[in-house]
T-cell receptor, first 112, second 113 residues
Framework: SQTIHQWPATLVQPVGSPLSLECTVE??????LYWYRQAAGRGLQLLFY??????ISSEVPQNLSASRPQDRQFILSSKKLLLSDSGFYLC???????????FGDGTRLSIL | GESVGLHLPTLSVQEGDNSIINCAYS??????FIWYKQESGKGPQFIID?????DKRQGQRVTVLLNKTVKHLSLQIAATQPGDSAVYFC????????????FGAGTILRVKS
């Protein structure tokens, strides 16, 4: 069966520090991969998605970037974190664009 | 812009009763809809989906109804249990190749024992 892993589960970072969140998927090949951010008490906002290695689509202008160095690895990065980058970051995968997306358990990021 | 929204932010039901969670969507081009359940501190969990060529789909204790005429989606949970307490999100899937999920704000379901 397919599984998705995100780490770390929680992270506290100072303003201006770099960020790297990692997501890996097991049990499937060539998945679509997604990064979302969820503000407290709100829905999910799509940040990036990828349909293949090295292919990244950005949905909103922001302080973050994404990379897909391997088929089942998706990384969310920032060179300098802002206070507004705080939130709950979720990675998801799907077999195709019009199939259900399956989510990891997220990383709660707090910026001090 | 296009959006998906929910009518009720909080729904309280008695254990054993049926629950109905509603969702309105505004993108008439959306052709695929999903309901998710999110428990505290966890990622959303897929519940059920429906495509625009259907108006009803049933799963285990859950039913999704789609009314394209009024752009309305609902999730019905039969015999609601305490474990059903969570935030429920509807999402519509659109964009090139259907890669973009647009989520509603969510409804909190509280089940009273």
């Amino acid at each position: 069966s397919q599984t998705i892993h995100q780490w770390p589960a929680t992270l506290v970072q100072p303003v201006g520090s770099p960020l790297s969140l990692e997501c890996t998927v097991e049990g499937t090949s060539n998945p679509n991969l997604y990064w979302y951010r969820q503000a407290a008490g709100r829905g999910l906002q799509l940040l990036f998605y990828s349909v293949g290695i090295g292919q990244i689509s950005s949905e909103v202008p922001q302080n973050l970037s994404a990379s897909r160095p391997q088929d089942r690895q998706f990384i969310l990065s920032s060179k300098k974190l802002l206070l507004s980058d705080s939130g709950f970051y979720l990675c998801a995968w799907s077999t195709q664009g019009d199939q259900p997306q399956h989510f990891g358990d997220g990383t709660r990021l707090s910026i001090l | 812009g296009e959006s998906v929204g929910l009518h009720l932010p909080t729904l309280s039901v008695q254990e054993g009763d049926n629950s109905i969670i509603n969702c309105a969507y505004s993108n008439s081009a959306s052709d695929y809809f999903i309901w998710y359940k999110q428990e505290s501190g966890k990622g959303p969990q897929f519940i059920i989906d429906i495509r625009s060529n259907m108006d009803k789909r049933q799963g285990q204790r859950v039913t999704v109804l789609l009314n394209k005429t009024v752009k309305h989606l609902s999730l019905q949970i039969a015999a609601t249990q305490p474990g059903d307490s969570a935030v429920y999100f509807c999402a519509e899937n659109w964009g090139e190749y259907g890669n973009k999920l647009v989520f509603g704000a969510g409804t909190i379901l509280r089940v009273k024992s």
